[in-house]
């Protein structure tokens, strides 16, 4: 489950959202060099094979460990795409096919341009049929909306089995997990048709959460008088209501926090201006990370998913350790608070992408530091996160998993 979000404003366009995953699932952020291919190569996605381009684009993918594909990201050439799980009322195909994450990252790879991607997907969907588990640490099947934005336009594209709508994004927009379309699309289907109406399953799209959080998207979005990019991390940060804290579950809140039966948990955000400046987590919990700038090339990032699995998995440890009151609070958040702002007005200043390209290494190492030293200083303190018996008992084994899982990324 998850959040995107666009803003275009004075022919500038911002484009946001938070990847909300299992817990436990690792969210990397690579980078993905452009290649070339032989013809008549293969490559393979998560499931299934299929003919590979024979140039790519280099990207950001900002994806789940296991999974070929992203959850989010942008390319060289400015194209954004952000990827919405949707439940619908089409049965699921026999045999897999490629999944929301994938597509995704096929059309970063391939496309210039918001159109070719929203062709390109909607032709990949026709051809291969979506379908195979997304879920890390359960069964997870679902159908995918996407929001794709290049620095001129935007679209929303969403599906349901092989059918799909196309429309074009207004200037303030939001997805969820939810279908939005109506009658005002494109698409292979009848244009008198409800796309909502016809194909959403309301029951798993209400248990989501899906119709608040967008809401509360749109409604900060639409808010004057504040920077774009400050908006878009203020809605990305933000929860269904005063009472979440970090040791709260809510799936209605767009920072998602697990700890209930239904639900998953923000493993990752980003947010930006298009072909200008973006910022990124790497870490869950937006109200918890700290946004660190990164240049359209993005060259601080890591091209090994190792490197950035143990980049996740520190900034885990210390949410873990926050939400078991190992770290205080209040003090942690006037520190990481104070570093965002320094590093938003740093980011500022940059007049060129080289600019940007040294303020970006200089506020990745200084926010290194910041996590050095307090991992350092609950190096030996357990994880015990408290709550009501449901969410203790929930978070007691997700820690024992985490433990066993990324044990040597802990070290």
Known sequence: MCDTMLIKRDGKMFFGKNSDRSPNEAHLMLRVPAKDYKQGEMVRTTYIQIPQAQH????????????????????????????????????????????????????????????????????????????????????????????????KDAFILESAGRNTAVKKADDITAISNCLSIRKDYSGNEQSETD??????????????????????????????????????????????????????????????????????????????????????????????SIYKPLSVRASVLPTDEHQALKYWVQRELINRHLMSGNIDKDDYLRRASALQRQFTDMAAQCKTQQELENVSE?????????????????????????????????????????KALYHTEML
């Open 56 to 151: 790519t684009y280099s990207c950001v993918l900002l994806k789940p460990h296991w999974i070929w594909g992203a959850e989010m990201g942008w390319n060289e050439y400015g194209l954004n795409i952000g990827n919405e799980a949707v439940f619908t009322k089409v049965k699921r195909e026999s045999s897999n096919g490629l999944i929301g994450m994938d597509l995704l990252r096929l059309a970063l790879e391939r496309c210039r341009t918001a159109q070719e991607a929203t062709d390109l997907i909607v032709s990949l969907i026709k051809t291969y049929g979506q379908g195979g588990n997304c879920g890390f640490d359960k069964k997870f099947y679902y159908d995918n909306a996407f929001l794709i934005a290049d620095g």
């Open 195 to 288: 796309f909502k109406r016809k194909y959403q399953n309301n029951l798993f799209t209400k248990v989501a959460g899906a119709e608040r959080r967008k809401e509360t998207s749109l409604k900060i979005l639409s808010q004057n008088g504040t920077p774009v990019g400050l908006l878009l991390m203020q809605a990305l940060r933000s929860h269904a209501d005063t009472n979440v804290t970090p040791c709260t579950a809510s799936t209605s809140s767009v920072c998602m926090h697990a700890g209930n039966m239904f639900g998953d948990h923000t493993t990752g955000s980003y947010c930006g201006e298009i072909n200008k400046v973006y910022f990124v987590t790497g870490s869950s919990m937006p109200c918890l």
């Open 362 to 402: 200089q506020c990745f190492l200084t926010e290194q530091q910041f996590v050095d030293d307090l991992l350092k200083s609950v190096r030996f303190l357990p994880l015990k996160i408290k709550g009501n018996f449901y969410f203790t008992r929930y978070w007691a084994k997700k820690n024992e998993k985490f």
